[in-house]
């Protein structure tokens, strides 16, 4: 009973503290291992090994399905996990390895250099002896890789400097795997030098940036764990090297006019990227001038070079973002042996290890957006715009303390009959994507408007899923620079210049809708001022349509305005600004429903193609379709009528109820423009024109809108009837 009850206890006792060995990075991807090589037997874990060398790795989910670490493929290997071994004749790795002091494990986990070392430097008394140790243990091949300068010192004064040199890789306790925590730092036995542990979200574990290949091998008087380099002492920050070092002393002068210098003799754990001399030669002079010159500026770029964690090179397998201390991104990732920085190979030199942090030398600079002009902030896509503002002498105009916001379009906008326009005609243009403000995209809301430095008005339309300006809408990739924003669209402006009818009449493909618009009188609502889509059917639309037939519909003015006013939607909804592929349902001035949605960039309009869309007026926008609309679940009552719609549409089955009647929709949707009349002095006509306008005179009520408009935002109000 009482073993039973022993046997209970510790098993209870020990569960949690499993579930937090459990829970520790390196353990996580152990047991992953473990369960892809469950069909090899027991205790065997999966690995994967670098093709072309000696590199092994228990991956991640991410490595093992892509079949490649840092770009090169691997090939998986069967090996019994750490703390088991084989034996004769059985599958798997059904024994456990044999427990001995840390000087016998060295020999089972295949460190025969450092088992040998430690014979020859007097060291193995110590480690067969009394105590409980944690030996970071090169591999044989970690000393194979060792400076041979290094090497031949260590091995011509193995009683002071080899013996030294092992103690620097031990700790006075034992520490597995659970017990490194990232960040933490460990005192080696070697004249308390500073050990720093990383633990990874991948699973790696780093001492000094070494990596623990095999770990968690237990013995009588503490733990070995193997890594893939030997270890050199630790004394400086990051400050202290970069003062000393000659190939840094462009990044040194950087970092002291921006003040930053400072923060690199701090505790933390830091990542420089630093750039050599020869990275700041190559930058444009004008360029690095600028940027010193401005404290700002030279801050943002030193920072964007720092992280505020710890990344030694051999744990990272993969690509990822790292915010730095600037704010912004970079993308760290690798390419076989070469780290790479935002996608380029460009670290000459890694893992300098420090006290604070982990230096990596790189041969180019890093300038984040925050320290570019505007004008820089122009990516591979956009550099039809900027090479035009160079051109048209736009560009020299932006000045480095002003504030801007540049509307930059795509390449693929500009076709080449926009590119062979009057040079003055392509800078009015070009204009009219320049804000004198800077505007962030946080900052645009519906119906606000910006003004151009060449005085245009430009509206700004709020979607679900985008933001357009005007006729445009933004894609992916706006930027803030040193003096401005710049905001990606995927076509060119064309500010509106007309109001709905104007464009409408100046348009002879709509001439047979414009006529029936007049005689629904329904002139006004398109000709004042007002936010709406309007969807308009070409005359192609009405070719079966007879005189009589239209005599007929224009004598029904209730049943013309319904099915003109089903065509009306109240706000100004852009194709480019819908969902792609989701339905959108508008509501019509007429109390129908339109289904919109787009389909490879074509606006689909209750399933009909726009033959045309996005344009722009100035009270709205314009959609052309060649079919009349028609809600479907509007019934016909009149004979005449229905034959004369069977005519025009017929892509629907319309209803018919006999002596049903279309609905009166009065005039009472939009708000007419006041028309003021002019009065002179004396005469009784006069003041009976005075008596009539006062006593018609609408209530009005103030609506104030904001325009941005030199850095200010300006009040306007107009009047407006309720």
Same mark, same amino acid.
């Given at each position: ?392 002498? #736009?560009?020299?105009? $932006?000045?480095?303390? %002003?504030?801007? *916001? +540049?509307? &930059? @379009?795509? !390449?693929? =906008? /500009? ?106 009188? #329904?002139?006004?609502? $398109?000709?004042?001022? %007002?936010?709406? *889509? +309007?969807? &308009? @059917?070409? !005359?192609? =639309? /009405? ?180």
């Amino acid at each position: 009973m009482k073993i039973f009850f022993l046997f209970t206890f510790s098993t209870f006792f020990w569960s949690p503290f499993e579930q937090a060995a459990a829970s520790v990075h390196y353990d996580k991807i152990l047991t992953h291992s473990r369960i892809r090589a469950r069909d090899q037997g027991q205790n065997v874990c999966a690995l994967q090994q670098v093709m072309g060398t000696k590199k092994k790795y228990f991956s991640t989910c991410r490595n093992w399905y892509q079949g490649a670490i840092c770009g090169k493929k691997a090939t998986v290997l069967y090996e019994c996990c750490p703390g088991y071994m084989k034996m004769d004749g059985m599958r798997g790795c059904p024994a456990v390895a044999p427990i001995d002091h840390v000087y016998g494990t060295l020999g089972i986990v295949g460190a025969t250099s450092t088992q040998q070392y430690s014979d020859i430097s007097k060291l193995r008394e110590e480690l067969e002896g009394r105590g409980s140790f944690t030996f970071f243990a090169p591999s044989s091949e970690a000393w194979e890789q060792l400076d041979s300068e290094i090497h031949r010192n260590l091995i011509d004064n193995v009683n002071i400097e080899l013996y030294n040199a092992l103690h620097h890789h031990m700790v006075n306790k034992r520490m597995l795997t659970k017990d490194l925590k990232n960040g933490m730092t460990l005192v080696s036995m070697y004249n308390d030098q500073k050990l720093l542990i990383n633990h990874y979200p991948n699973g790696v574990v780093t001492v000094n940036c070494a990596r623990v290949i095999y770990g968690n091998q237990i013995a009588t008087n503490g733990v070995v764990h193997v890594i893939d380099r030997v270890l050199t002492a630790v004394g400086n920050t990051i400050q202290d090297f970069i003062e000393v070092e000659d190939d840094l002393s462009s990044l040194r002068a950087a970092a002291i006019t921006s003040d930053v210098l400072d923060i690199l003799g701090k505790p933390g754990h830091y990542t420089l990227f630093a750039p050599t001399n020869e990275a700041f030669e190559r930058l444009p002079r004008g360029l690095l001038e600028r940027i010193m010159g401005d404290k700002v500026a030279s801050e943002a770029l030193v920072k964007f070079h720092i992280l505020n964690t710890l990344q030694c090179s051999e744990a990272i397998t993969g690509g990822a973002a790292y915010e730095t201390l600037e704010g912004n991104t970079v993308e760290v990732g690798c390419d076989g042996e070469s780290l790479t920085v935002n996608g380029v190979k460009m670290v000459k030199r890694k893992d300098i290890v420090t006290s604070n942090g982990v230096i990596h030398l790189i041969d180019e600079v890093l300038i984040p957006d925050s320290a570019k002009q505007v004008i820089e902030l122009g990516g591979a896509q956009q550099t039809t715009f900027t090479d035009l503002m160079i051109q048209l002498g #736009l560009a020299s105009s $932006l000045r480095p303390e %002003g504030q801007y *916001t +540049l509307l &930059v @379009p795509l !390449n693929g =906008a /500009f076709s080449d009959d926009t590119l062979r326009m009057d040079q003055r005609r392509l800078k009015t243009i070009l204009q009219n994507h320049i804000i004198n403000v800077k505007v962030g995209l946080n900052e645009l809301y519906n119906g606000q408007e910006l003004e151009t430095i060449g005085g245009k008005l430009l509206r700004v339309f709020l979607y679900r899923t985008a933001v357009c300006i005007e006729n445009s809408c933004m894609v992916r990739g706006s930027k803030e620079g040193r003096n401005g924003f710049i905001h990606i669209l995927r076509q060119i402006i064309n500010p509106a210049e007309k109001t709905l009818h104007e464009m409408l009449r100046n348009d002879k493909r709509f001439s047979v809708f414009l006529s029936l618009v007049k005689a629904a009188d #329904l002139d006004d609502v $398109l000709s004042q001022p %007002g936010k709406w *889509t +309007l969807f &308009v @059917p070409t !005359n192609d =639309a /009405f070719k079966s349509l007879t005189d009589d037939d239209k005599d007929i519909l224009i004598r029904d003015k209730n049943a013309l305005r319904n099915i003109l006013l089903y065509h009306l939607t109240q706000g100004v909804f852009i194709g480019s600004g819908f969902e792609p592929g989701v339905t959108n349902i508008l509501k019509t001035i007429q109390g129908g429903k339109l289904y919109l949605k787009t389909v490879n960039d074509t606006l689909l309009v209750n399933e009909l193609k726009s033959r045309e869309s996005d344009l722009m007026a100035t009270n709205g926008v314009i959609h052309v379709i060649d079919k009349l609309l028609y809600p479907a679940d509007l019934p016909v009552g009149n004979d005449q009528l229905l034959t004369i719609l069977k005519k025009l549409i017929k892509y629907i089955q319309i209803k018919f109820v006999r002596g049903s009647a279309f609905k009166e929709i009065p005039l009472t949707f939009y708000s007419p423009e006041i028309k003021y009349t002019r009065i002179t002095a004396g005469g009784s006509d006069n003041e009976e024109k005075l008596k009539k306008l006062l006593e018609d005179a609408p209530v009005r009520k103030e609506q104030p809108t904001r325009r941005t408009q030199g850095g200010t935002a300006r009040r306007r109000t107009r009047l407006a009837y309720p």
